[in-house]
């Protein structure tokens, strides 16, 4: 709880003199405080969350304000009046929504076209070569509607480098062990059927001659629904194979050999 908001203000320091050279985006939803209303997406929260996250980015406007979960506690219509009054005071461009099941995204968006609201311009859902399962309906229904996807976790989290062991625990320093979230990365794919995938996937781009890092990140945003995969490092050189993900072609062969060795992971004989 200490260290939230030290990534907007970190940006708000270095965007000053440049600000409208770039797009900005950020998110509410995550506790901010101990009260009930310190978290989730009521309006309350959604308007002191946005005026917080103005105040530490140095900006008076944020291009693409999300909500980083669903709330079962607040009314949906609630949450989309709020951000429809920020996009009309001018402190919002466009809103969109992360981590929401196929059903959630379609009936909030169905609501703003019923209110004459706002509508929910993007998604930010999980999707990599070990978790395929948006394919089925989300990324249909956004390649349909024109829904912009911002999948997160190309990489999946580190796995897809393909530097991980599964002899050794997870090495410090690794989205396996930081933070609040280090459990749920190893729940998601510290397991022998990943590690097996990842070794069968490694010799794919070995044959490819390319980083496995780039065939994962380029196999992401080949998909005609994607509109761009979040990168993340915590070294500057580690940006370097997945941005090299945009200059590299998959050819239909090698697509079709991701897509076979992974298939599971769509159908979700692998979920997790």
Not at 19 to 41: H, L, S, Y
Not at 86 to 92: D, F, N, S
Not at 151 to 169: D, Q, T
Request: with cysteine; glycine share 8%.
């Amino acid at each position: 709880m200490a260290t939230r908001g030290t990534t907007e203000e970190i940006l708000g320091r270095w965007l000053a003199g440049q600000r409208d050279q770039f797009i900005v985006a950020t998110k509410c939803f995550a506790p901010t405080g101990p009260a009930p209303f310190d978290r989730g997406n009521s309006r309350k929260h959604i308007m002191s969350a946005v005026e917080a996250s103005l105040r530490r980015l140095q900006t008076d406007y944020i291009d693409l304000y999300q909500l980083h979960g669903y709330d079962p506690h607040t009314p949906i219509d609630e949450t989309l009046r709020a951000l429809d009054d920020l996009v009309h005071q001018g402190k919002v461009r466009y809103v969109g929504c992360s981590n929401f099941l196929t059903y959630q995204l379609v009936r909030a968006v169905g609501r703003t076209e019923t209110l004459g609201l706002a509508r929910l311009d993007s998604v930010q859902p999980r999707y990599n070569l070990l978790f395929r399962q948006i394919e089925r309906e989300m990324l249909p229904y956004c390649g349909e509607e024109g829904v912009g996807v911002i999948p997160y976790n190309p990489i999946a989290g580190g796995l897809l480098s393909g530097k991980h062991a599964r002899e050794a625990a997870p090495a410090a320093g690794t989205r396996f062990t930081l933070g609040n979230a280090a459990q749920s990365y190893q729940d998601r794919y510290w397991h022998d059927q990943e590690f097996e995938t990842v070794d069968v996937l490694a010799g794919l781009a070995a044959e490819a001659g390319v980083s496995l890092v780039t065939l994962a990140a380029a196999w992401v945003l080949a998909h005609p629904a994607v509109t761009a995969p979040i990168i993340g490092a915590s070294r500057p050189d580690q940006l370097d194979a997945s941005l090299a993900a945009t200059g590299y072609a998959i050819d239909d062969d090698l697509k079709q050999r991701l897509d076979e060795v992974t298939r599971g992971y769509r159908m979700g004989d692998a979920p997790r």
